[in-house]
């Protein structure tokens, strides 16, 4: 695929990456949600088995987001120094364009996020916020319904920082 420069809804999908045994922050994970639902934006649970080689795990959502016909991938959830960091070299790999939510991603050791970030920037996945997100997808539709819905999404964002 060509890097995506913008998130595009129509060929976007979100990929919840969520490891076994731990509690999403669903406040942060309920706004992006209902961004992605306003903005038609499908959404997908992924929660990597630990006892399964992770290609294995990772290979049936590919398929999923291929039978999608969708090529840009917006991840969020937890934990990112490892199921999330895996998810997106995958797909990545994969020829997918990769968008890291990164206000709606969540590490064990927070004072080494800029460091997951920053390498994960620097082999081509796109880090971007939720607003920025918002914001692309406000631009793109006409639809005044749906703007206003992602406006208020918007707005609760800003509320929560």
């Given amino acids: ?7 595009f809804a129509d060929a976007s999908i979100c990929i919840h990456v969520q490891e076994s045994r731990t509690q999403a922050r669903a406040n942060a994970i309920d706004t992006l949600s209902s961004t992605a639902t306003s903005a038609e934006i499908p959404i997908l649970e992924f929660s990597p088995n630990p006892y399964v ?7 049936k959502v590919v398929g999923r987001v291929r039978g999608l016909n969708r090529h840009t991938i917006l991840i969020f959830g937890q934990w990112l120094e490892s199921a999330i960091t895996q998810t997106a070299v995958y797909f990545l790999l994969e020829g997918f364009d990769v968008f890291i939510v990164s206000d709606n991603c969540y590490s064990r050791k927070p004072a080494f996020e800029a460091i997951y970030l920053q390498r994960l920037h620097s082999i081509g996945v796109t880090i971007t916020t939720l607003q920025q997100v918002i ?11 749906t703007v206003e819905e992602l406006l208020k999404h918007s707005e609760a964002v800003a509320a929560r920082e």
């Avoid at 080689?53 to 290979?59: K, Q, R, Y």
């Avoid at 914001?135 to 319904?145: A, G, T, V």
């Fill in 1 to 7: 695929m060509g890097r995506a420069p913008l998130v």
């Fill in 53 to 59: 080689l992770f290609e294995n795990s990772v290979d």
């Fill in 135 to 145: 914001f692309e997808l406000m631009w793109q539709d006409e639809n005044e319904e």
